[in-house]
């Protein structure tokens, strides 16, 4: 073992369960990973062994319920209703279940059952009750939303369980603690090591108990501290008594609420009312959406935001003498951070859900000291619930294994030879398919037209909240040098001097180019694309601008203005900006940044109908026409591949592979899984 990660890989002891190191991977599957079969596929069982291959010291696996999203329509249309659930009362689910466990434990880790609520939990039959009936996720609002639209986002309130637990009897709350403590006493039965509870964020009846927002009881159960959390510790002390006392039981708890919600001192105080019941304190954000941290709500400075209020709860249960140890999570990915943080007794245990997502072998590069070579999340969110024409896939955007887990090893033959390869393009699929290409063993020319590698990423060097893409971006340029590309910047190729060069095989990742339907006016002085103002060209701009586009590239774009200190207005045809934004925690995030920007604003629901020197003009979605006065004006309408460019090379050498934006513009998942596919088949 390399010893540059040492307190993070320091063994651990809890109860009878031995931490071989402090990495956990916590309750995390990306969605769409298997079907709707109610037990774990191979799929599933592949992917979290690989996991405890790479390193985890516990894997937990959550969802043992059959719920369905109860959405109308057609399942195709509600695509984000899909869940990995398990019915761990169906014979071939416990099987499969076994099996899994089996796995993880089959490379050394610790299998982690962990529970969630069930709404039948309250009833002593077992009969759900009826949840209310919305609107399907993404089907956006029924009036276009505009910056009149004064209030924040948040997970909590597209619940589609909305429980007043004041009116919760006593007769419940003992039909509640018998049913966890079942799933509890099954998860033991079917071997899993730890027992954790999901007790965070106010999503669960148990949760809404122990927070303030949300317990209004004026009984033994309402009002104090000790009170609210009476009924958390009459269930695990139940738990207890089902799996004995060499299990560790584990609960999943908020560091602190929000205004009006407990704090972190409530927090200590809980930690002293679970001395000796609870062995290990998972602290999270006190909101869900922000425990899926963005560059929006974290900073490259300071990636895990909680990090300081968890490090105070770690303090108090360390000097209090407390018989438990207290686990940290929400943006941790980088090795450096979470073990100064074990070292510096900021949190004992340290739990990671993307890092695992984006790094099939993450653990591994750990062991090894390789952190700089660990694949940077770009914190999109798109592993929980994809988007647009994705929705139905599940991936990651910078790891292509995610997916192909369980199969890569029968699609992919090993090289037979060297290839001389040419790679025309610097952004990330050319780089995707040079790096894959030499890890391979070929010998790989990368040709870069412009000063600079990164493509389209170039701008994520601009806007703050960029970050995420900026660190991945300088991941790849670095992975260049490392795997021994030959990189040529300034050089624009022609596709004689590549026929002219002898090559085996030519990667093509030309890209795409900003473009828009035709407008009256929009070839004016004044008309920009938006994607071609960062850097130097934004500060020429004036403080009065339009944007027309509201997707990722149109806020983002304006955001980045904004910073500058300059006024802009988006227009979008949609009813709501991001449309097709992660639906999962991302868009609630984004929508609240922008919310707190004065400097930007909206308008969803029109139709543009001109442009000129003084502004643009536009059409509402109610037929009335209405006008911006600005001084510049940005579009943000789309791409258009350089099919014609990558054409020209299709027949350089004896095999051409079409890469990334300039087949069909995209984004980053897309470059990165088609230059990784093709590249491995060289």
Not at 235 to 241: G, Q, Y
Not at 367 to 395: A, L, Q
Not at 434 to 450: D, M, N, P, S, W
Not at 561 to 587: F, N, Q, R
Request: glycine content about 8%; aromatic content about 8%.
């Amino acid at each position: 073992m390399n010893r540059r990660y040492e307190a993070l890989l320091s063994p651990l002891k809890v109860r009878d369960v031995i931490y071989r190191n402090r990495m956990l991977s916590t309750a995390s599957t990306p969605h769409f990973l298997q079907g709707k079969e109610p037990y774990p596929t191979e799929k599933i069982i592949t992917h979290f062994a690989n996991r405890a291959k790479s390193g985890a010291a516990a894997v937990s696996i959550n969802h043992f319920h059959t719920d369905d999203m109860p959405l109308h329509g057609r399942s195709i249309d509600n695509p984000p209703s899909h869940f990995n659930l398990y019915d761990i009362e169906n014979g071939t689910c416990q099987n499969y279940l076994c099996q899994l466990i089996d796995a993880i434990h089959f490379y050394g880790a610790k299998a982690n059952g962990y529970i969630m609520a069930d709404p039948a939990w309250l009833s002593p039959d077992g009969e759900k009750p009826e949840p209310p009936m919305g609107p399907p996720p993404g089907m956006g609002p029924k009036e276009p939303e505009s910056t009149q639209t004064d209030w924040a986002r948040s997970a909590e309130d597209d619940s589609f369980f909305q429980i007043d637990i004041s009116s919760i009897t006593r007769e419940q709350m003992d039909a509640y603690i018998s049913n966890v403590a079942r799933e509890a006493s099954d998860l033991k039965r079917l071997g899993f090591d730890i027992i954790s509870m999901h007790c965070c964020y106010r999503h669960s009846p148990h949760a809404m108990f122990a927070s303030p927002l949300t317990n209004h009881r004026t009984d033994e159960y309402g009002g104090s501290v000790e009170n609210r959390n009476r009924f958390l510790i009459e269930i695990f002390t139940a738990i207890r008594k089902e799996v004995g006392p060499s299990t560790p039981l584990e609960i999943i708890y908020s560091v602190s609420e929000p205004k009006g919600g407990y704090t972190v001192e409530d927090t200590i105080e809980f930690a002293k009312m679970a001395d000796g019941l609870i062995d290990i304190l998972h602290l999270r954000s006190g909101d869900m959406d922000p425990q899926h941290p963005l560059g929006y709500t974290s900073t490259e400075e300071n990636p895990a935001p909680y990090l300081e209020e968890m490090g105070r709860v770690t303090k108090a249960v360390h000097d209090l003498g407390l018989n438990m140890v207290v686990a940290a999570s929400a943006g941790f990915q980088d090795p450096e951070l979470a073990n100064r943080a074990v070292a510096e007794g900021k949190a004992d245990l340290i739990g990671m859900a993307r890092a695992w997502i984006n790094n099939t072998d993450y653990g591994k590069k750990v062991y090894e000291g390789r952190g700089e070579d660990i694949t940077p999340c770009i914190r999109c969110n798109k592993c929980h619930v994809p988007c647009g024409k994705d929705m139905w896939r599940s991936f990651c955007s910078v790891n292509p294994l995610v997916g192909l887990e369980d199969k890569i090893e029968r699609m992919v033959d090993p090289p037979k030879d060297v290839k001389k390869v040419a790679v025309i393009g610097g952004g990330v699929a050319g780089m995707e398919y040079a790096r894959i290409a030499a890890q391979r063993g070929h010998k790989v020319t990368l040709f870069e037209a412009t000063d600079a590698l990164g493509g389209q990423l170039k701008h994520a060097d601009h806007a703050s909240f960029k970050w995420p893409l900026k660190q991945f971006k300088n991941w790849m340029i670095a992975q260049m040098e490392k795997e021994g590309v030959d990189v040529r910047l300034n050089t624009k190729v022609s596709p004689e001097e590549i026929r002219d060069g002898g090559y085996d095989a030519v990667g093509i990742a030309v890209g795409s180019a900003p473009a828009a339907p035709y407008l009256p006016g929009i070839d004016g002085k004044n008309v920009h694309y938006a994607s071609q103002i960062y850097g130097e060209p934004a500060k020429s701009l004036s403080d009065d601008i339009v944007m027309i586009g509201g997707s990722d590239v149109g806020v983002e774009t304006a955001l980045y203005l904004c910073e500058m200190g300059k006024k802009v207005k988006v227009l979008e045809m949609a009813y709501e900006l991001i449309e097709d934004a992660p639906h999962a925690h991302y868009k609630n995030m984004v929508h609240n940044y922008w919310m707190a920007q004065p400097n930007f604003s909206f308008q969803c629901g029109v139709r543009v109908t001109s442009i000129d020197e003084g502004g643009v003009n536009y059409t509402d979605h109610k037929g009335k026409e209405g006008r911006v006065k600005c001084t510049d004006v940005l579009l943000a309408m789309g791409s258009k591949p350089n099919t014609d460019l990558a054409f020209s090379f299709a027949d350089t050498a004896p095999i051409a592979h079409v890469l990334g934006d300039c087949e069909r513009a995209s984004a980053v998942q897309r470059a990165m899984r088609t230059a990784f596919s093709l590249a491995s088949t060289l």
